[in-house]
């Protein structure tokens, strides 16, 4: 018989694993039993719909037999089993599509990442076994079919006589090496003890035979062995569970067993309500953001459960958009199993059940940044643009229960602090909220728009993600202080007018003249008030913002929406002196130097200059 090749990646996976990248060899006992629960699942959801169909619990379970003699480990399951074609096609690749890509990005770190998170669980049997046999007959098909493979060099398969629909999956145990031991793959209370830890909760009986002792009959010291079948896990839903029976080990398994992430999540949260509704949850706030977070792939949503049965797996109605990152499970016993996409959008029952999920997960957000910062701080890191979003998203009708949650890099502080952290230390005569917009804290920190706030010894707020700006004019104000762009036009802050009338009029010249020099590219110029060592800046009248301006102008389709730029000059710095003399000898000196301003302003703000050539060309002019 002809041994058919794994496809190349899957190869290459194989030998990874097979060289125990994966730590925790004992997982592959809970890929594999995971496995046959969902094959039995198949079976019940099948039977749901198809009336031929009949759905008797007790012949559905998983068996765990070990045979140390033979060093077999042995998986038995009355799931829907595989077909030939299903064999191949399970088995026989490991890498679907797209993820070929990751796995190249991520070659250099562990394999851990990888295990799962592809479906490659199956594979996890090669860490513990030479060989594979799997041996399956399929729902609603006659001849069954024997797969086996030695791992990387490929695999076969093979009519074979079964009579039950399922599956058997036999794993020759490795022998033992100088650093790995595998014997304990084939005890009895090892085996118990890693079913337990990781599969406790399986809906399905996880049957295993156990031996025994006990007092030999008319004899006091005697002792005979005998054998019995023993349900292994307790089959209680870990959500059906009390709180104060689970450790945070079993959450974390229970995240690891559902694959919802692949780091170890921040925080979990299980939800009890039993009143006007009833549900049961536990949802996750994961650390990392999952690797298809920004992709098309990426679709949010908690598994739904009625009563005790999956009956979806990503339900979005469940979860606002800037609370997709949450992982987790719902189960409520008010709903329908045969419930349909269209009918759940309407289920009353179910709006209920996501309003009150999204309450819960604001306030345990809450109090991990009040109990937890540093883990927040994680979480932020990874997550704060969805809060920010949820902030200006419908119309902003959320901000009420998310400003709390947001944070921003502190000038002072130099590090993120929330807007409550702000307000409760700005000083009396302190009117706004500042903050300043750029592409970086480096750069921001830099900004001549900053120079007076600065001076005056109040905090600002550095924005560099685009949603900043726009979040905050939704909120528009924080405990009744306004926020205020360190580059708006009145900054609340009183100066003495050092000006006298004279002076003013000669500037009004000037800065007409400067004015129509830049035709129309900016709506005025004048002496600045924020500035101090630099000579010049931008700043804005109105709504919209140079940052907004950038963000706006770089979307598909713009609208070509502009700020209401004012050039602003420092009358103090020398330079003001030379465009005066300008002013009164050399139209075109002027001309050249309030175009070189103008140029500058624009790059420290970080917006293209229309001609770099001219630019370059006007600065060797000053030059000679
Ligand atoms: P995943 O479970 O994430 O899909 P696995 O590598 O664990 O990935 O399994 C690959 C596929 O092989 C499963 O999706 C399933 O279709 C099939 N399979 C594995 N074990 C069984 C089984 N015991 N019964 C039926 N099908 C199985
Ligand atoms: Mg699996």
Redo the contacts with the bound molecule.
């Keep these: 018989m002809a041994k058919k090749q794994f496809k190349a990646e899957s190869k290459r996976l194989l030998e990874m694993m097979i060289n125990s990248i994966y730590s925790q060899k004992e997982i592959f006992l809970r ?2 039993i ?3 629960s ?2 039995i699942d198949k079976i019940y959801y099948k039977a749901l719909t198809d009336e031929k169909l009949s759905f008797n619990k007790e012949d559905y379970y998983i068996k765990v037999e070990a045979d140390k003699n033979n060093r077999t480990l042995k998986l038995i ?1 009355t ?4 077909t030939k074609e ?1 064999l191949e096609k ?2 026989g690749t490991i890498a679907k599509s797209g993820s070929l890509a990751f796995k190249k990005e991520n070659e250099s770190k562990d394999g851990h990442d990888i295990i ?1 998170q592809f ?5 996890s049997a090669f860490m513990v076994a030479d060989v594979v046999t799997v041996i ?1 007959k399929a729902l609603g098909s006659e001849e069954a079919y024997k797969w086996e493979s030695k791992g990387t060099d490929g695999y076969t398969i093979e009519t074979h006589e079964k009579s039950d629909v399922g ?1 058997e ?1 036999i794993l020759q145990i490795k022998e033992n090496t100088e650093d790995d031991s595998y014997d304990e793959y084939l005890e009895e209370y090892r085996l118990k003890a890693i079913i337990k830890k990781y599969s406790d909760f399986i809906r399905y009986p996880i049957k295993m035979d156990i031996t025994s002792s006990k007092k030999a009959e008319g004899s006091d010291s005697e002792y005979t062995e005998y054998t019995e079948e023993q349900v292994i896990n307790s089959m209680v839903p870990i959500w059906r569970k009390n709180k104060n029976e689970l450790t945070d080990e079993d959450y974390a398994n229970f995240y690891m067993e559902k ?1 919802y992430g692949f780091d170890q999540p921040l925080k979990h949260i299980h939800i009890s309500v039993d009143g006007a509704i009833r549900y049961n949850a536990i949802l996750y706030i994961p650390e990392n953001i999952p690797y298809d977070y920004y992709s098309k792939e990426f679709e949010k949503g908690l598994e739904l459960y009625s009563n005790g049965v999956l009956i979806m797996e990503k339900c979005s109605e469940l979860l606002p958009d800037y609370f997709s990152f949450v992982k987790g499970m719902v189960d409520s016993e008010d709903l329908s199993l045969n419930i349909s996409r269209e009918i759940l959008q309407q289920d009353k029952q179910l709006k209920l059940i996501a309003k009150n999920i999204k309450n819960k997960i604001a306030s345990n957000l809450q109090s991990l940044l009040k109990d937890e910062r540093e883990k927040y701080e994680l979480f932020y890191k990874s997550f704060g643009r969805q809060l920010k979003y949820g902030v200006y998203s419908d119309f902003g009708s959320n901000k009420d229960s998310l400003q709390n949650l947001l944070m921003f890099y502190s000038s002072k502080e130099k590090k993120l602090v929330t807007l409550d952290e702000y307000v409760t230390r700005m000083p009396e005569d302190q009117k706004y909220i500042y903050y300043a917009s750029g592409e970086s804290y480096e750069r921001i920190e830099r900004l001549p728009q900053t120079e007076l706030v600065a001076e005056k010894g109040y905090e600002i707020l550095y924005f560099t993600e685009d949603i900043d700006e726009f979040a905050i004019k939704m909120l528009m104000n924080y405990k009744e202080k306004e926020f205020k762009s360190v580059s708006s036009g009145d900054l609340g802050i009183e100066e003495n007018d050092q000006q006298t009338d004279e002076e003013k009029n000669e500037n009004k010249e000037l800065f007409e003249a400067m004015k129509n020099s830049l035709s129309g590219k900016v709506k005025d110029v004048r002496a600045s008030k924020r500035l101090r060592s630099h000579p010049v800046c931008l700043t804005t009248e109105g709504e919209v913002s140079i940052e907004m301006e950038k963000i706006l102008s770089a979307m598909p389709n713009n609208e070509n929406v502009k700020a209401d730029k004012i050039l602003e000059i420092n009358i103090n710095h020398e330079v003001y002196q030379s465009l005066k003399d300008a002013l009164d000898k050399d139209q075109e000196k002027l001309h050249l130097y309030t175009n070189l301003l103008y140029n500058q302003a624009l790059l420290i703000e970080g917006l293209p200059i229309q001609d770099p050539v001219e630019f370059t060309n006007d600065i060797c002019k000053i030059m000679v």
């Design positions: 890929e594999l995971s496995n046959a969902d094959a399951d799931g829907i089993g595989m299903e399970n088995l799962g479906g490659v669980g199956f594979y399956s599956t999956i694959h």
